[in-house]
């Protein structure tokens, strides 16, 4: 693999850019979210049915990961996700336009297998141009494009719903691709990649082979598969739930659910102190402890304002677990980095697909309270069995 390095100036420009592509992507992903009881009663289904539309966008982005891994190390990681940028646009365009339930999901899988380029492929460069002691405090300034995307979304998806309809939504994120994909595309030439030079063909099967093979990758991945489900497929419910427990409208269900992004805000902010302070292994450990308690005053709440709280605890807690994963995640095979992390993508939004499947079946037969309580009940394990692997673990570097 051939490296071009960027100078501090100008990586931080590219990581602004990369950081807005992230922006756009995660609003796609959440915006539909406040939606649901809204769309079960539009398209005459039941609200797990409705989950459909969080479950396929999953789906798609998971499975793409394996072709755009390899892709992003044969042909240049800028320059896969700046096209995939632009493309967003049509997916959103199909779910604004759609006319029955089944062409929603069609436009949905698309607008998932268009944006699985995005954060994988960004987070992959910063590996290639940070060095290992910087990457973490760098992702998280990265990811800050990710968690204002995720907030915006949930408000912007419950403020549409209420006022202009669910649709124009998705006419707007269609024109928010188009802009941020242009840009990019624009700066193709100013921005140093890092490219395959094995040959001229591009690998699939190869890549994928040897990070499956690498043990830590392997913990890696199974881990960060059990916290898409439990915290994004657990997420995905919150909303309606706040709907249907507390009678709020779209829009605060949106607004106090997108105070998961505040949280998160909270950890950027701290990134550095908490890793100097606390270490990987505790930052997990505590992290998933928060997240459970987080989930647990939901179900406790008896009033929509303990959901803030919630939510904010939550955002928080779930940072301190995920930024250690996916720094880790970037080192797990530096020879295919793109390959790696864009599994490690797969697995996490696969992992929210399995969640949201099986909160939509307790939802449709037990109730949306028990999705959010499994949730308080399994997240401190998954807190604690990392952190022991962590332990066992020596320090990475370079």
């Known amino acids: 693999m051939t490296t071009h390095t960027a100078n501090p100036q100008q990586t931080s420009r590219i990581i602004l850019l990369l950081a807005l592509a992230a922006f756009s992507s995660t609003s796609a992903f959440r915006v539909l979210d406040p939606a649901l009881p ?24 998971g499975v793409l990961q394996f072709f755009y891994g390899p892709m992003g190390d044969r042909f240049g990681k800028f320059r896969t996700l700046a096209w995939a940028t632009l493309a967003c646009a049509l997916g959103n365009v199909l779910v604004a336009l759609a006319g029955n ?38 992702l998280a300034q990265f990811m800050t494009g990710t968690i204002l995307g995720m907030t915006s979304g949930l408000v912007l998806g419950g403020l549409f719903t209420d006022t202009l309809g669910w649709r124009a939504s998705f006419w707007f994120l269609a024109l928010v691709y188009t802009v941020i994909g242009l840009l990019l595309l624009s700066q193709l030439s100013k921005v140093p990649e890092s490219v395959s030079t094995n040959n001229n063909r591009l690998q699939v099967i190869g890549p994928i082979m040897q990070v499956l093979k690498t043990p830590w990758a392997r913990v890696i991945l199974v881990v960060v598969l059990l916290e898409g489900a439990l915290v994004f497929g657990v997420m995905s419910f919150v909303p309606s739930y706040l709907q249907l427990r ?28 908490l890793v100097a302070k606390l270490g990987e292994a505790r930052m997990v450990w505590i992290g998933g402890w928060a997240m459970g308690s987080g989930y647990l005053l939901y179900t406790l709440g008896f009033h929509w304002s303990i959901g803030v709280v919630a939510s904010i605890a939550c955002g928080f807690s779930y ?5 250690v994963l996916q720094t880790n995640a970037t080192q797990m095979v530096p020879e295919f980095r793109a390959t790696a992390v864009s599994l490690f993508a797969s697995f996490l939004f696969s992992g929210q697909a399995i969640g949201v499947a099986l909160g939509a079946l307790i939802v449709d037969h037990i109730g949306i309270i028990w999705v959010i309580a499994s949730g308080a009940m399994m997240m401190p394990f998954l807190g604690m069995y990392m952190g022991w692997r962590l332990k066992q673990r020596p320090a990475q570097s370079g």
């Open 38 to 61: 809204q769309l079960a009663q539009e398209y005459s289904v039941s609200t797990g049915e409705a989950a459909d539309v969080v479950k396929v966008f999953a789906l798609a982005y």
């Open 246 to 273: 507390h009678g709020v409208s779209s829009t605060m269900a949106g607004l106090i659910t997108s105070l998961f992004g505040l949280g998160s805000l909270i950890y950027v902010a701290r990134a550095r102190w």
């Open 101 to 138: 339930f089944d062409v929603l999901l069609l436009g949905r899988i698309m607008s998932g297998a268009t944006a699985a380029a995005i954060v994988p492929l960004s987070m992959a460069w910063i590996g290639d141009h940070v060095p290992y002691d910087q990457r973490q405090a760098t």
């Open 319 to 323: 940072y301190l677990v995920h930024a």
